[in-house]
């Protein structure tokens, strides 16, 4: 129902402080300036439009955990009648300057938090010539104004002093006792100030308490993926919401829940319990984070997002199960829509499911040597790889076969660089054919089938921000590449970060400055490789030639134990000792293709040219 003129602002007023209308609780906390809330004041007392505010009828589908409006003091456990999903801001800024006995708690123009009482000048607010936001004063908690030096311009601290300097303390203006004490002692001090007072009362007082709030009211029958639409619609000029804030108000708003445990249920809480849980055992995941709305790692959206597909999945399961008619069965799905109506009694049941799963992807990605967070080709791809682990249970992921085909199906999404755009629909996909083949014998997923790798785009892998640059990085270390300087052991996760390994360059740059060689293959992944700091520092801006008979001296080892060293990350140490950057450079590229080629389990697509020595 939408209603042009709406409730007087002071009925609506009425209603926030006795708990009618309270906000739901992903809604962001009231947050305005001293200068925009004296903006606001002026504007309701020149009866200026003030924007539509919206509500929702409480009582329906959609059920979100409720809180009182700031600095309202209403008791937490008040049953509300209506929501207020747009004109939080608005509204809060009015009720504490107008009707709050308390100062207004804002923040300077340096964002610095500041109290504030507000007034209005009287002689200014009656003349015609004057401008209303100049009449409208701010004044500090202790209601002194001060000036240079803490030097006291006014003092309020008195109603005789607020009489005597002419300014109406706006938070009266809705009390008609106060505000006739106030007028008594006003005009009791010279008559010519009933002629002001009428002035005031006609065009401040009265124009405040007839102001309407455009308002429109969502009835109770509303959807409540359609009421967090709408929201995220009219807050256009605020952060938007996740999905993850919207369920955590839905699900602390599940009655049958509080009642059965005598307490909300916390999603922020059980997340960050999941959360902890897997990227404590497995880095991978990132770590936990005090603003959830800057997530690293595996987010909150990805966990949901799996526990919809294996819903889903199973749903249309049982629907097949149980009919051999016609009818379309629902689908496998994971959009915005599924996760806003994804019932707590599901998420509860899935969840721990849904955990064990991602425990076993950590354990899996360490197997394809991903350890860390930002050697992760996809975070996107998490999610399906997550939910077929967890619709295949743990039995068949002991199975070779199966295990065998995941990593296939795994790095065809990574080198093939399929996970870099939409991935909705492949997440579904993902689900639905890769089960099939893997234990109905269904045909290849598409994954597999559409990935492909072309040479030329070897030589333009350059940047950690590609996800093939970082399975090429991790699948070398998965060959059981040994570093330059500790030869005793291959790179894994256990000295990982000790030895602060990342992708370094073979033949440094320095070489390329003395030999006035083409930089253009210079930052290409053919010319990195995975190495230690002090590798990196033992190369220094060396010829491989040099630097190679400098770690002969450092490790002790002899020239060709050093080569077998150096072999392990598929480089001929011929060409490093030959300094001859274009043969190195041709026979890594081949032999990096062909470890490519290992992990999709298809041929890559040759150039015709010879393109290495362009």
Same mark, same amino acid.
């Given at each position: 129902m939408v209603a042009l003129d709406g409730p007087s602002l002071g009925r609506m007023l009425d209603d926030v402080a006795? @708990?009618?209308?309270? /906000?739901? *609780? +992903?809604?962001?906390?009231?947050?305005?300036?001293? *200068?925009?809330i004296r903006a606001l004041l002026a504007t309701v007392t020149l009866d200026y439009p003030l924007g539509v505010a919206m509500t929702l009828d409480t009582g329906g589908e959609a059920q979100f955990k409720a809180r009182p409006l700031h600095g309202t003091g209403v008791r937490p456990d008040t049953v509300p009648e209506q929501l207020l999903l747009d004109g939080q801001? =608005?509204?809060?800024?009015? %009720?504490?300057?107008?009707?709050?006995?308390?100062p207004v708690e804002t923040s300077d123009a340096r964002n610095k938090p500041v109290q504030r009482w507000y007034y209005i000048d009287i002689s200014l607010a009656v003349d015609e010539e004057s401008d209303r936001d100049e009449a409208i004063r701010s004044v500090p908690a202790d209601r002194i104004l001060r000036g240079s030096f803490g030097r006291i311009i006014?003092?309020?601290?008195?109603?005789?002093?607020?009489?005597?300097? @002419?300014? +109406?303390? /706006?938070?009266?203006? %809705?009390?008609?006792?106060?505000?006739g004490r106030w007028?008594?002692?006003?005009?009791?001090?010279? $008559?010519?100030?009933?002629?002001?007072?009428?002035?005031?009362?006609?065009?401040?007082?009265?124009?405040?308490?007839? +102001?309407?709030?455009?308002?429109?009211?969502?009835?109770? $029958?509303?959807?409540? *993926?359609?009421?967090?639409?709408?929201?995220? =619609?009219?807050?256009? @000029?605020?952060?938007i919401l996740n999905v993850f804030e919207l369920l955590t108000a839905t699900y602390a708003g599940d009655d049958r829940y509080t009642r059965e445990h005598g307490r909300d249920f916390s999603l922020s809480e059980e997340w960050k319990t999941t959360k902890q849980l897997l990227s404590t055992a497995y880095p991978v995941f990132g770590s936990i984070d005090a603003d959830s709305r800057h997530e690293t790692g595996l987010t909150s959206l990805d966990f949901l997002q799996t526990i919809a597909l294996v819903q889903t999945w199973q749903r249309k399961q049982r629907f097949m199960a149980g009919n051999s008619g016609t009818a379309s069965p629902p689908?496998?799905?994971?959009?915005? =829509?599924?996760?806003?109506?994804?019932?707590?009694?599901?998420?509860? !049941?899935?969840?721990?499911?849904?955990?064990? !799963? %991602?425990?076993w992807v950590g354990k899996f990605l360490g197997s394809q040597h991903v350890f860390r967070e930002r050697d992760l080709p996809y975070g996107s791809q998490l999610v399906p790889l997550a939910a077929i682990a967890a619709l295949l249970g743990r039995e068949a992921l002991q199975e070779s076969t199966i295990? $065998?085909?995941?990593?296939?199906?795994?790095?065809?999404?990574?080198?093939? $660089?399929l996970y870099g755009g939409v991935t909705d629909t492949r997440f579904v996909r993902d689900v639905e054919q890769v089960i099939a083949w893997l234990t109905d014998g269904g045909s290849e997923p598409d994954t597999i089938t559409e990935a492909s790798f072309q040479e030329q785009r070897l030589h333009r892998l350059t940047s950690r921000n590609s996800a093939a640059y970082k399975g090429i990085h991790a /699948?070398?270390?998965?060959?059981? !590449?040994?570093?330059?300087?500790?030869?005793?052991?291959?790179?894994?996760?256990?000295?990982?970060?000790?030895?602060?390994?990342?992708?370094?360059?073979? +033949?440094?740059k320095a070489w390329f400055d003395r030999n006035e060689a083409d930089s253009s293959r210079m930052t290409s992944i053919v010319n990195k490789t995975a190495l230690s700091y002090q590798s990196y520092q033992a190369i220094g801006g060396n010829s491989p030639s040099v630097y190679l008979a400098a770690l002969e001296k450092a490790t002790g080892l002899s020239g060709d134990w050093l080569d077998d060293v150096v072999g392990t990350h598929l480089i001929s140490p011929k060409t490093l000792r030959d300094d001859d950057f274009d043969a190195f450079y041709r026979d890594r590229a081949e032999r990096l293709l062909g470890l490519v080629e290992r992990a999709m389990g298809k041929v890559t697509v040759r150039e015709e040219a010879d393109v290495s020595l362009g």
């Amino acid at each position: 129902m939408v209603a042009l003129d709406g409730p007087s602002l002071g009925r609506m007023l009425d209603d926030v402080a006795a @708990g009618k209308i309270q /906000l739901p *609780d +992903f809604q962001r906390q009231w947050k305005w300036d001293d *200068d925009r809330i004296r903006a606001l004041l002026a504007t309701v007392t020149l009866d200026y439009p003030l924007g539509v505010a919206m509500t929702l009828d409480t009582g329906g589908e959609a059920q979100f955990k409720a809180r009182p409006l700031h600095g309202t003091g209403v008791r937490p456990d008040t049953v509300p009648e209506q929501l207020l999903l747009d004109g939080q801001q =608005r509204l809060t800024s009015l %009720f504490q300057a107008l009707q709050s006995d308390r100062p207004v708690e804002t923040s300077d123009a340096r964002n610095k938090p500041v109290q504030r009482w507000y007034y209005i000048d009287i002689s200014l607010a009656v003349d015609e010539e004057s401008d209303r936001d100049e009449a409208i004063r701010s004044v500090p908690a202790d209601r002194i104004l001060r000036g240079s030096f803490g030097r006291i311009i006014q003092d309020l601290t008195t109603r005789e002093a607020e009489c005597a300097a @002419g300014y +109406f303390p /706006l938070n009266l203006i %809705f009390d008609a006792d106060g505000t006739g004490r106030w007028q008594r002692t006003y005009v009791s001090a010279s $008559e010519d100030r009933w002629d002001t007072w009428s002035a005031f009362q006609a065009k401040i007082i009265d124009t405040v308490k007839g +102001f309407k709030v455009p308002l429109i009211r969502l009835p109770r $029958e509303t959807r409540k *993926d359609a009421v967090c639409s709408v929201f995220e =619609r009219v807050n256009t @000029g605020g952060v938007i919401l996740n999905v993850f804030e919207l369920l955590t108000a839905t699900y602390a708003g599940d009655d049958r829940y509080t009642r059965e445990h005598g307490r909300d249920f916390s999603l922020s809480e059980e997340w960050k319990t999941t959360k902890q849980l897997l990227s404590t055992a497995y880095p991978v995941f990132g770590s936990i984070d005090a603003d959830s709305r800057h997530e690293t790692g595996l987010t909150s959206l990805d966990f949901l997002q799996t526990i919809a597909l294996v819903q889903t999945w199973q749903r249309k399961q049982r629907f097949m199960a149980g009919n051999s008619g016609t009818a379309s069965p629902p689908a496998v799905s994971c959009k915005r =829509r599924d996760l806003l109506r994804l019932p707590l009694a599901d998420y509860n !049941a899935l969840a721990p499911e849904v955990t064990r !799963a %991602f425990a076993w992807v950590g354990k899996f990605l360490g197997s394809q040597h991903v350890f860390r967070e930002r050697d992760l080709p996809y975070g996107s791809q998490l999610v399906p790889l997550a939910a077929i682990a967890a619709l295949l249970g743990r039995e068949a992921l002991q199975e070779s076969t199966i295990k $065998e085909g995941l990593s296939r199906w795994y790095w065809c999404g990574v080198l093939g $660089e399929l996970y870099g755009g939409v991935t909705d629909t492949r997440f579904v996909r993902d689900v639905e054919q890769v089960i099939a083949w893997l234990t109905d014998g269904g045909s290849e997923p598409d994954t597999i089938t559409e990935a492909s790798f072309q040479e030329q785009r070897l030589h333009r892998l350059t940047s950690r921000n590609s996800a093939a640059y970082k399975g090429i990085h991790a /699948l070398l270390m998965k060959e059981g !590449a040994v570093d330059w300087l500790s030869p005793d052991e291959a790179i894994s996760a256990q000295n990982l970060t000790g030895w602060s390994v990342d992708i370094r360059q073979v +033949f440094p740059k320095a070489w390329f400055d003395r030999n006035e060689a083409d930089s253009s293959r210079m930052t290409s992944i053919v010319n990195k490789t995975a190495l230690s700091y002090q590798s990196y520092q033992a190369i220094g801006g060396n010829s491989p030639s040099v630097y190679l008979a400098a770690l002969e001296k450092a490790t002790g080892l002899s020239g060709d134990w050093l080569d077998d060293v150096v072999g392990t990350h598929l480089i001929s140490p011929k060409t490093l000792r030959d300094d001859d950057f274009d043969a190195f450079y041709r026979d890594r590229a081949e032999r990096l293709l062909g470890l490519v080629e290992r992990a999709m389990g298809k041929v890559t697509v040759r150039e015709e040219a010879d393109v290495s020595l362009g």
